[in-house]
C-alpha cells in the first residue's frame, strides 16, 4: 500500500483519486446491444448469452424443478444463515415505513402525501466467481416489504447453464417473481425494452462490473429509474492507538478482495498503527483464495498518516466513502460530523461484513464519491410519494386571489381563468 504522511489539503484531491477506467470504449458496445435488443428481442438477448456467456437455452426463464433442485442442494446451515440475515433486513427496512402526510395549509385547503410501491422492479444479481446471493436479500425483501407487483431478477448463467443455488434459494425465499438466466448488457437492456419473455420494468436495481454500470445509466435515456450510479467497490477506516490493528487489516482486505478496481483507504492518527496494518495485511493477505485480485487491489490503496482528528474528517468528508469505519476513542467526534458516506460502521467490533450479510442495513450504496448526494438503497428506494389536495369553496376563496395574481403575473391567463371562474360561481351560489 501506498503511505502518506501529512498530504496538504491542495493534493487530496489527486490522493484520494478513485481507480475508474475509461467509459468510451464501453458505451459504444453496450449502445450496440440496446439498439439489437430493443430491436429483435429475445433472439437478440440470446445471441449475447451465447456470446459473452457461452450458453444456449430454450428457456431462459428459471424453472420451479430447478428452483426445487436448488433448495435441496443449499445446506441446512447456509440456509439458516441467509433466513437470520432476512430476518433482521426485514425489521430494519419495516422500521422504515411512514405514515401519511396530511395537513390543513389554510382553512379549507387539505393537502397530504402518501407512497406507493413502483409496480415493476428489475434486480441485476452478479454470478461469476463471487455469486452476490446476499444482495438478492438487500433487494428483494424491502421490494416486498414496499409492496412491489412485480420483482424480476436476472443473474449471468454459468458454463452449464446454471444460476448459482444460493441465488436461486434466496430469490425464492424472498417472492421474487421472476428469475431469469441472463447477464451483463443484455440482460439490462432486456429489463429496459421488455421482450416476448422479459417483462419491462420501471426500476432496475443492483450491482454489476463496468459493462453493467454503463449499461444501467444507458437505461435511464429510455424511461428507466436505476437505484443509483455505481462503480467499483470502496472502504475508508479511520483509526488511531484504541484500534486493533488484525482487526483493521482484515476489513481492508475484506474489500480488496471485491475486485482488482476496489479500493480501501486507512486514515489514521497514529503512525505506529499504520505500520502494524501494514504487516498484518501482508500477513492475512497470504492465506486468502482471492489473494490474486487483493493484491492488484491493494496497489491502489492509502495508509494515510493525519495530526489530528479534525483534519482526518476533513479529508474524509471530501472523499464521501462507500463504507466508513469508526475505530477511535474519539468516535462521537466522527459519527455526529460525518457528512458524506454509504454506511458507517462503529468500533472495533463492526465488521464491514456486518452490513454486507447480516446486520440488517443495507449493502447496495453510493460508491465514486456519489455519497456527497445519494443514498444507499432503502425502504423508499422502491416507492414514490403522491401528493393529494382536496379544497373546498372556502379554501378556494381563501387562495384564489393569490393565485389569479401569480398566474398573471407569469402570463398564463388559462390559469387565471380557472381560478376565476370558479371564484365567479361561488359568488352566484351565494347571492
Not at 436476472?154 to 434466496?170: E, F, M
Not at 468516535?331 to 462503529?346: H, K, L, P, R, W
Not at 450479510?357 to 447496495?364: D, F, I, L, R, V
Amino acid at each position: 500500500m501506498n503511505k502518506i504522511f501529512n498530504p496538504k489539503p491542495e493534493t487530496w484531491s489527486a490522493i484520494l483519486k478513485r481507480p475508474t477506467q475509461t467509459i468510451e470504449d464501453i458505451e459504444l458496445t453496450v449502445k450496440e446491444i440496446f439498439k439489437e435488443v430493443q430491436k429483435k428481442g429475445d433472439a437478440a438477448v440470446a445471441k449475447y448469452t451465447s456470446l459473452f456467456d457461452g450458453v444456449k437455452f430454450e428457456n431462459i426463464e428459471v424453472s420451479k424443478v430447478e428452483i426445487d433442485q436448488a433448495n435441496a442442494s443449499v445446506s441446512n446451515e447456509l440456509k439458516e444463515a441467509i433466513q437470520l440475515a432476512k430476518s433482521n433486513i426485514e425489521k430494519f427496512h419495516s422500521a422504515q415505513k411512514t405514515a401519511k402526510v396530511a395537513i390543513e395549509t389554510i382553512e379549507g385547503v387539505n393537502c397530504w402525501q402518501e407512497k406507493r410501491p413502483i409496480q415493476k422492479i428489475g434486480l441485476y444479481i452478479p454470478g461469476g466467481t463471487a455469486p452476490l446471493f446476499s444482495t438478492v436479500l438487500m433487494l428483494a425483501v424491502p421490494a416486498n416489504i414496499a409492496g412491489c407487483n412485480e420483482i424480476v431478477l436476472c443473474s449471468p448463467p454459468d458454463k452449464n447453464g446454471n444460476i448459482n443455488p444460493a441465488i436461486l434459494y434466496a430469490a425464492n425465499l424472498c417472492g421474487v417473481t421472476k428469475i431469469l438466466k441472463i447477464g451483463g448488457i443484455q440482460a439490462i437492456a432486456a429489463m429496459t425494452f421488455g421482450t416476448e419473455s422479459i417483462p419491462k420494468v420501471y426500476k432496475i436495481f443492483g450491482p454489476g462490473n463496468q459493462f453493467v454500470t454503463v449499461a444501467k445509466q444507458l437505461a435511464t435515456q429510455f424511461g428507466v429509474a436505476i437505484d443509483m450510479p455505481a462503480g467499483p467497490s470502496e472502504l475508508l477506516i479511520v483509526a488511531d492507538d484504541s484500534a486493533v490493528p488484525a482487526f483493521i487489516a482484515s476489513d481492508l482486505l475484506s474489500q480488496a478482495e471485491h475486485g482488482t478496481d476496489s479500493q480501501v483507504i486507512l486514515v489514521s492518527t497514529s503512525k505506529e498503527l499504520i505500520d502494524e496494518v501494514e504487516k498484518e495485511i501482508q500477513s492475512q493477505m497470504e492465506v486468502l483464495p482471492r489473494k490474486s485480485i487483493a493484491e492488484k487491489s491493494i496497489a491502489n490503496s492509502k495508509l494515510i498518516f493525519v495530526e489530528n482528528d479534525t483534519i482526518a474528517l476533513e479529508l474524509i468528508n471530501e472523499y464521501g466513502p462507500e463504507h466508513f469505519i469508526i475505530c477511535s476513542k474519539n468516535e462521537d467526534y466522527f459519527v455526529n460530523n460525518i457528512e458524506n458516506a454509504g454506511s458507517v460502521f462503529i468500533g472495533n467490533y463492526t465488521p464491514e461484513s456486518a452490513g454486507d450479510y447480516a446486520s440488517g442495513t443495507n449493502h447496495t450504496l453510493p460508491t465514486n464519491g456519489y455519497a456527497k448526494n445519494y443514498s444507499g438503497v432503502n425502504l423508499d428506494s422502491f416507492t414514490k410519494s403522491m401528493t393529494f389536495q382536496k379544497i373546498t369553496p372556502k379554501g378556494l376563496q381563501n387562495i384564489g386571489k393569490a393565485i389569479e395574481i401569480m398566474a398573471e403575473a407569469e402570463g398564463l391567463q388559462a390559469h387565471k381563468n380557472a381560478v376565476t371562474l370558479r371564484l365567479a360561481q361561488l359568488e352566484v351560489n351565494r347571492e
